[in-house]
């Protein structure tokens, strides 16, 4: 029953980055940069859907599409300025959204010195709303961006110049698998004091990582 959300992508690899993979033996057929597309309830803070894949607009389709097939009711849809959610969104939804996009200006960052592999500071934002009546507070990705975050912190193959990325993909997407269901049903969110999934009216307690396990030993 989300009624905001908020969505992003964040970019890992696998065996090797995608401008080394031409010259890494031994390759696996999928190797690369690979992206994880996710949708926050920005509310509940639940992973509504998420996507491995890569970054075209076949990939966000059927990501968006997804995204669709869970909700019971319209939503405000806020993403960043990545082209491809135009016509994903369109295609999932119709008019049936209220839809904007927020697209963040970063500065040069530095090219010498101990702080050049960090990002450009943020020095502003475009917001362009793109259909639907939007409310213009709640136009933000700050919430699916902290997620972002916490993602790098708690996988340790998603850790930025890392020998701990994923060697094949298959164990990627499972660790990624693994890292939401427990985002959602076993970690109790700081400011809210039960997990997302308990929130969101889907879960009447914060599981285990033995509740985690059995589901596996049941399938």
Not at 24 to 31: F, L, Q, R
Not at 95 to 118: N, T
Not at 129 to 138: D, F, R
Request: hydrophobic residues 40%; glycine residues 4%; negative net charge.
């Amino acid at each position: 029953k989300s009624k905001r959300l908020q969505l992003d992508e964040i970019w890992s690899f696998v065996y090797a980055d995608a401008k080394n993979v031409s010259c890494a033996k031994s390759a696996p057929e999928v190797a690369g940069d690979v992206w994880t597309w996710t949708a926050l309830d920005a509310e509940s803070k639940l992973i509504v859907s998420w996507m491995v894949g890569d970054r075209s607009g076949e990939t966000a389709c059927k990501f968006m599409q997804d995204v669709a097939d869970r909700l019971t009711s319209r939503v405000q849809i806020t993403t960043d300025g990545h082209r491809p959610y135009l016509q994903a969104v369109e295609e999932a939804f119709g008019f049936e959204v209220d839809f904007a996009m927020l697209e963040k200006i970063y500065s040069v960052p530095p090219q010498v010195g101990p702080v050049r592999y960090s990002p450009g500071e943020c020095c502003g934002a475009i917001t362009r709303k793109i259909s639907g009546q939007l409310e213009a507070k709640h136009i933000s990705t700050s919430f699916v961006e902290h997620q972002n975050l916490t993602m790098r912190m708690s996988i340790r193959r998603s850790t930025r110049f890392t020998n701990a990325f994923s060697k094949k993909i298959e164990n990627h997407v499972h660790a990624i698998a693994i890292y939401f269901m427990h985002y959602n049903l076993c970690r109790v969110h700081q400011t809210l004091r039960v997990t997302p999934a308990m929130e969101a009216g889907i879960s009447d307690h914060v599981w285990s990582l033995d509740e985690l396990a059995e589901m596996l030993e049941s399938n």
